[in-house]
Each structure stands twice: as structure tokens, then as C-alpha cells.
């Protein structure tokens, strides 16, 4: 897995490095100065050679350090924070919709080996998995929301807030955004007719 991990930031990073455009005249925007992009330049590190800035990034990385956005000007880690606040609730809520789908259906498929039943949750189960995640959560929002006015709020309602209006909207279009719930079908009914 770390081998994974540095094969894929050393990707990431080169590519980067190839692909055009200067992170100091984004930020200072493009009527700035050259003197003013090669203080930012030398500020930010670029100035030096690609396989020192990488070596650099990764000692920082071991640390725990992420760096500074160049597009938003503030830790990296700040970012993705602001951002695991909202897709962690989503996706504990969208396993355990999952699995507490999954263990029944994978029942009655085991119990009722070679039948009718087993058959339909077989069916069932590989069209979760060929549906896309995102093409079943713009299906269901039309359903709920557009045909029917059903949970018709859009408000999201993190952990340990007050307010739970908008928390059947996470559960109806965050149930299909996290695993594909077909995969879970078939883990049980693997699972439980073997």
C-alpha cells in the first residue's frame, strides 16, 4: 500500500510539473510583475528542482505537514477537513443503508436457493452494481423530490445539529453516492449461501 501511495503522489506530482501554467502568477494574477512572481516563486519553493521540491513535499508529508494551497492560500489540511465533515456522515449512513439492505435480501436469496426469490435479488443485485452511483442518485432525487414533492427539503444536516429537515434528502441521494449497494447484495449473498 505505501509503495501504492508513492507511486501515485510521484504520478501526481510530475504530471503536475509537465502540465502549463505558473502557481505564483495564478495567485498574483497575470498583470503582476517578474520581480513580484520570482519572490513568490523563491517563497514558495519553486525556484528549485523538481526532485528537491518532491523530496521536500514527502519529508512534510511523514510529518503530517500538507502544504498551502495555491488556490485558496490556506493548509491543505484545512481543506480536506472542511470536507471530511460533510462526506463522512454520508458515508457511514450510506454503508449502514446498505448493509441493513444487504443482510435481509441476502437471506432470502440463500434461503430460497435456486428459486424464483433468489433469482429476483440476483437480478436486483447486479443492477445496483451496473447502475451507476451517481445516475441512481439523480433518478431518485426525480422521483422523491421532482414527481412526488416527497422530502422535498434541501438543507444538509450534519452530526449533532438540531435541525433534521434536510436528513431524508442525505439518506434518499447519499445512499447510492457511497458504495454501490449492489456489491453489498452480492458480498451476502455470497456469504451467506456458500
Known sequence: MIITLLVASSVVFFVLEILPGDPAAVMLGINAEDDTL???????????????RYLGWLGDL???DLGISYTYDV??????????????PLAVLSMILSTLIAIPLGIIAASNHTKPMDFLVMIFSQLGIAIPNFWFALLLIIFFF???GIFASWRFCR???????????????????????????NQSYALLSA
Open 38 to 52: 520570482a519572490a513568490l516563486r523563491a517563497e514558495l519553493g519553486l525556484d528549485r528542482p523538481i526532485a528537491i
Open 62 to 64: 511523514v510529518q503530517g
Open 146 to 148: 421532482s414527481v412526488y
Open 75 to 88: 493548509p491543505v489540511s484545512e481543506l480536506i477537513m472542511e470536507r471530511v465533515i460533510l462526506s463522512l
Open 159 to 185: 452530526l449533532g445539529c438540531r435541525h433534521y429537515s434536510g436528513s431524508l434528502i442525505v439518506i434518499t441521494s447519499d445512499y447510492c453516492s457511497g458504495s454501490s449497494p449492489g456489491s453489498y447484495f
